[in-house]
């Protein structure tokens, strides 16, 4: 990944580099981006570790009315494409040549 001036990282150390330019920019602690970085370990920790390691289910489940919102079926689980069987790749259709008759 590419910040400002051609800074290159990893993309997993963003959060990390983001805290580091506001320090630097503002010399204030960033308590928020500190707050969302744990914010974010804690609900991971909540949803994928927990129910992997104790084999539980999820603790955090997403409530039904918003479920509703997104039409989101029960279970998860989208219904497949209707028609025929896929093709691997693309088919985007054979366009057109540029300045061809």
Do not use: C
Request: charged share 10%.
């Amino acid at each position: 990944m590419t910040l400002m001036f051609g800074l290159r990282f990893p993309s997993a150390y963003f959060p990390w580099v983001l805290m580091g330019m506001r320090l630097l920019m503002s010399g204030s602690l960033p308590i928020a981006e500190l707050l969302g970085v744990l914010t974010g370990h804690l609900y991971y920790y909540m949803q994928d570790v927990i129910p992997a390691t104790q084999g539980r289910p999820p603790i955090l489940v997403t409530p039904n009315f918003i479920k509703k919102w997104f039409n989101e079926p029960i279970g998860g689980q989208h219904p497949g494409p209707q028609g025929g069987p896929r093709t691997p790749g693309y088919n985007w259709g054979g366009g057109n040549r540029l300045g061809g008759q």
